[in-house]
């Protein structure tokens, strides 16, 4: 029987669930291959997902439904940013981005954003000097509640150097290392402090377009989650208040 012909079966099987899991396209593959072995099983997925006939969603469920890959756009101020610090640091892990990128997923449109900085937490205070020595104003370093409050939230370029989390899911893009959308969501749910503005019904709203519109690894996703020691409340977080299947993390 034809490869051809299996893969039209599956799409036809499948293209009514939002997604489906591991054991579910083995039982359809039985259909075809009665003595299928478990090596074979996993070459058959792989073949799927290199050719982009499925998509895995979680370690053991996938989807039909095509998303894009979440690409954040890297402005001008970014690409400075990082460029000075790749000079300065050439070995230092290190993430940049602006909160601006948020905006596509939001309601409420906010008229101030931030670039974040992430580093290496010891370089922090290396890092902070070094932008200031270079003329880049209005930095600040791991700023507290207040600091945000006052000053801030009252800017329209501040950049504000914190410490990246060791094994964040990160991308490069345009050659700038830059957070992926797992690392986003991730952070978003947890730096309620920093990430004032997108908090209560926004961050809802915003969880629920990410996964709408592009691919997200929630395998990846509350890995992170569990280094930052938030796994089981975003996964109660998003059981409670979002459209996201709960089949996704339950798998």
């Not at 400075?80 to 790749?86: A, D, R, T, V």
């Not at 890092?127 to 020595?133: E, I, N, P, Q, W």
């Not at 978003?188 to 908090?199: A, E, M, S």
Request: glycine residues 2%; proline residues 3%; aromatic residues 14%.
């Amino acid at each position: 029987m034809s490869s051809n012909f299996i893969v039209e079966q599956l799409k036809q099987n499948f293209k009514e669930q939002e997604s489906f899991s591991r054991e579910a396209l083995y039982r359809f593959y039985l259909q075809f291959e009665p003595e299928l072995k478990e090596t074979t099983f996993r070459w058959r997925i792989f073949n799927l997902k290199e050719k982009n006939l499925i998509q895995p969603i979680s370690r053991h469920e996938f989807t039909l439904n095509y998303k894009p890959d979440f690409k954040p756009g890297i402005g001008e101020a970014e690409k400075k940013i990082f460029s000075l610090i790749e000079k300065g640091f050439k070995e230092l892990k290190k993430a940049v981005f602006s909160t601006r990128i948020i905006n596509e997923f939001m309601l409420h449109q906010p008229v101030r954003f931030f670039t974040l900085v992430e580093v290496e937490k010891d370089a922090l205070e290396s890092v902070f000097y070094y932008l200031k020595d270079k003329g880049i104003r209005n930095v600040y370093l791991q700023p507290e509640e207040k600091e945000l409050q006052r000053y801030v939230s009252e800017l329209d370029k501040a950049i504000i150097i914190q410490s990246l989390v060791s094994k964040a899911p990160l991308q490069k893009v345009k050659k700038i290392s830059t957070t992926t959308l797992e690392k986003l969501l991730v952070d978003l749910y947890c730096d309620k402090k920093l990430y004032d503005t997108f908090q209560g019904n926004e961050l809802v709203f915003i969880f629920n377009n990410a996964y709408r519109r592009y691919s997200i690894d929630f395998t990846k996703l509350f890995s992170y989650a569990q280094r930052r020691n938030r796994g089981t409340d975003l996964m109660e977080f998003l059981s409670d208040n979002t459209d996201i299947p709960k089949t996704i993390w339950n798998d």
